[in-house]
């Protein structure tokens, strides 16, 4: 009897640890056995006659929330919408770049950031589908420049545009009435028209009746960012060379964005971080270069203390920030279903959609002439017209060459350089080649 | 154990036995499969006593050759390539330049110095305390049992609930509520976040504050195992609390303070999570002057921001080499220690 005890525990123990190991096993060989490399994307042949199509976003995208993968399943009943969503684009680019190149965990649909999007037509394009030959995909109904972007040097599309960021000039009408500038949209317009330099001038007038505790602009990083997207070069030319270090715009922004930082007009704030969101609450800074998609934050943050005291006017020069696009990765299951849904969901009508309900700017012109955008008001914003003022702003965007790590040159530029000039007081020099090293270091193979 | 050679030999009659009888011989005659069978049984029993630890224990094994050791050698491996994370399979020789640029590397070697120094200030204050604590824990307490637990409340948090809370605190503005506390005292606010050591400072007490009760108790626990006769004698000798505890309980304790230094030391080594979002945006850099990268982030920056997996990697492995020589030299100063008591 011991022995049949002893010999079926062995058993089973053995047993234990052979379906670990086969588990284990075939949980490291997943990828590269399985032959339907659309990880994700299963589930496909779920419902007989139903596809499952994967949609992978990053942040709150806004396609899900404005209701159009509903509005898209009731009009193709045979289809179905999931949509995967990582918080922070950080997170989800390298992500998305390792399953790009293992083939595998991609979703049918992947949304891709426009500081990324370089990277994927110069590295990566043979691993998408060609959008631009997907039917109802209108060329024209798109600006030029956001066409491009998705574009590789061979004429092969393998993004379509959804959003953009046109940039505006945010501002408080009340801190620029105590402070004797005028509050009404086309005069502060005209208060800087045409010139950064003439913000700057402005930010001097206004600092000298400036409220108490308050500066004019958030920080010298957005000052440099905005200043940066609306040149004609920023750091990559058009033969896509890397000259952040000679390019005129960046010098611009960069001394630009020190004069600010050294005359005292900034708040010293770094976007996007809980003191900067405090900031909007407390009314401490005047005004901050705005695209559309920042309004509702703004509006968030500021809350009910800022209703009617904010109000949006034209930027020195417009540039782009931010905007996203749609692609399909070629590993996916159902490349064709997922290409039309991209079609489908970058149209201009619903970019309208999109822009009505997430203020997401349309990067289809053909979208401007539509009733959501022409019509729209921000009553927050003392009912400013904002379909209009990015509109304008959206056709004076430069067409500006973009490169594939646009994303982390920026970064740099403010993180190692820029907030030191703005939160410490490092000389600019020093900041500009203390960032030159970390980017030098940070491009090096 | 012992049952099986007597049933074996009961079971195995000798062939050249005489005089069998009629049974016996029937018995004989149905022993070759009967013995073959035994036997088989017999070797599967002595199969099962060698092997069935080793089954027993080839999970852990096998988990560790697919999550740790493969991992460590293909790192290795990458370290001497130049690798792209959105290339990855496309792997070019480059020898040990990833390691030999290292040496020139001024944010590595500041790095190396971030972590060295934020290491020495989180460890040694760490461990004081705790030692401290758990002297005073090892005190008959009303309620020993509440805190007991409640030390071990920061090690329970997460790191990245901790480390927002410490932002908060340690923040520039006025509503940091640190700088708040040194207002009242009539001191200027500190910027923090900006200034070199002050980040240290800030980071580690991140790193104090979430280790102290841990290693408090592991320190309890080995107190408890010190014979109380050793105290008896200690009182009798006219020995007063203070020095039952230089003479009694420190020397008790050296294999376990050993223990904590170790652990202390690794972990400090590879500190990350708190440099990580204790910086504005949770940014690899570490501060606008990398004033508190710590090596854990330096390697995170290249590798998943810098996207340098081969420049990354090597940063990995040198970690690795680094840890493999503080235990040396740990093991080194154990004998040290075991030879001189």
């Not at chain 2, 069998?20 to 006593?49: K, Q, T």
């Amino acid at each position: 009897m011991r022995y049949r005890t002893r010999t079926s525990r062995t058993a089973v123990v053995l047993a234990a640890v052979t379906t670990l190991a086969a588990g284990l096993l075939a949980g490291c060989a997943e990828d590269s056995d399985e032959d339907e490399p659309g990880g994700s994307s299963g589930g496909g042949g779920g419902g007989k006659g139903k596809t499952t199509l994967t949609v992978g976003v990053f942040g709150a995208f806004g396609l899900q929330e404005a209701g159009l993968y509903d509005e898209y399943e009731k009009l193709n009943p045979d289809i179905n919408i999931k949509q995967n969503s990582v918080q922070r684009n950080e997170n989800y680019w390298p992500a998305l770049l390792t399953h790009l190149s293992s083939g595998s965990g991609l979703s049918d649909v992947q949304a891709v950031e426009v500081g990324n999007i370089a990277e994927l037509t110069g590295t990566h394009a043979s691993k998408l589908v060609d959008l631009g030959k997907t039917s109802g995909v209108d060329k024209n109904a798109y600006l030029d420049w956001k066409w491009q972007q998705g574009t590789t040097d061979d004429g092969k599309t393998i993004g379509l545009g959804t959003d953009i960021g046109p940039t505006g000039i945010c501002y408080r009408k009340d801190l620029f009435k105590k402070a004797g500038l005028p509050t009404d949209r086309e005069a502060v317009g005209k208060l800087w028209a045409g010139d950064w330099s003439k913000y700057l001038d402005a930010g001097k007038r206004y600092q000298k009746k400036a409220p108490k505790g308050t500066a004019f602009v958030d920080g010298a990083t957005g000052v440099m960012a905005a200043v940066h997207a609306s040149g004609k070069e920023k750091f990559y030319d058009a033969e896509g060379e890397l000259i952040y270090q000679d390019s005129a715009g960046v010098q611009e922004g960069w001394d630009l964005a020190a004069q600010f930082a050294e005359a005292g007009l900034t708040a010293k704030l770094q976007q996007f971080q809980p003191s900067w969101d405090q900031a909007f609450s407390n009314g401490s800074f005047a005004t901050v270069t705005c695209p559309p998609w920042m309004l509702g934050y703004i509006k968030d943050k500021a809350g009910d203390k800022g209703e009617d005291q904010w109000d949006v006017a034209a930027a020195p020069k417009p540039g782009n920030w931010g905007g996203s696009f749609l692609t399909v990765p070629e590993a996916g299951k159902n490349k064709e279903e997922a290409a039309k849904l991209v079609a489908w969901l970058t149209a201009p009508k619903q970019q309208a959609k999109l822009f009505d309900k997430r203020a997401s700017f349309p990067s289809a012109e053909a979208a401007y002439g539509l009733p959501e955008v022409k019509d729209a008001k921000n009553p927050y914003f003392g009912d400013a017209p904002v379909g209009q003022v990015f509109a304008k702003a959206a056709e004076g965007v430069p067409v500006q060459p973009i490169g594939p790590k646009d994303g982390i040159i920026s970064q740099y530029l403010a993180d190692t350089g820029m907030l030191g000039v703005d939160q410490k007081g490092t000389s600019p020099d020093k900041a500009w080649d203390k960032a030159v090293k970390t980017i030098d270091n940070a491009l090096d193979q | 154990m012992t049952d099986i050679p007597s049933d074996t030999r009961t079971a195995a009659p000798s062939t050249g036995e005489e005089g069998a009888a009629p049974r016996a011989r029937a018995v004989a005659a149905l022993d070759p499969a009967a013995e073959r069978r035994r036997a088989r049984r017999s070797r599967r029993y002595r199969w099962d006593m060698k092997w069935s630890p080793y089954a027993l224990i080839a999970p852990f094994f096998l988990f560790f050759i697919a999550f740790g050791l493969f991992p460590l050698l293909y790192t290795g491996w990458a370290s001497l390539h130049r690798v792209e994370l959105g290339t990855p399979t496309d792997m070019e020789w480059v020898g040990l330049r990833n390691f030999s640029r290292l040496l020139e590397d001024d944010f590595f070697w500041n790095a190396l110095r971030n972590t060295f120094t934020i290491g020495i200030i989180s460890t040694v204050p760490q461990l004081v305390m705790a030692l401290g604590i758990a002297h005073l824990l090892h005190y008959r307490l009303r309620g020993s049992m509440f805190f007991r637990v409640a030390i071990l409340t920061p090690y329970a948090t997460s790191v990245a609930a901790a480390t927002l809370v410490f932002v908060l605190m340690f923040s520039r503005t006025d509503h940091g509520m640190i700088n708040w506390a040194l207002g009242l005292i009539g001191v200027d606010a500190v910027d923090w976040q900006n200034g070199d050591w002050t980040a240290q400072f800030a980071v580690s007490s991140i790193v104090i504050w979430r280790w102290t009760g841990y290693n408090a108790l592991i320190y309890l626990a080995a107190m408890q195992a010190i014979p109380n006769d050793l105290y008896e004698s200690a009182a009798l000798d006219g020995a007063s609390r203070w020095q039952q505890f230089r003479h009694v309980t420190i020397p008790s304790l050296r294999p376990t303070i050993l223990f904590t230094c170790v652990v202390s030391t690794i972990g400090a080594t590879q500190l990350f999570g708190e440099p990580l979002l204790f910086s504005q945006g949770a940014s690899p850099t570490g501060g606008s002057d990398h004033q508190f990268q710590t090596l854990g982030l330096y390697l995170y920056e290249q590798g998943w921001f810098n996207q340098h997996l081969g420049r990354s990697s090597a940063i990995a492995w040198t970690m690795f080499l680094i840890l493999v020589l503080i235990g040396l030299v740990n093991w080194a100063i154990s004998r040290w220690i075991r030879r001189s008591a």
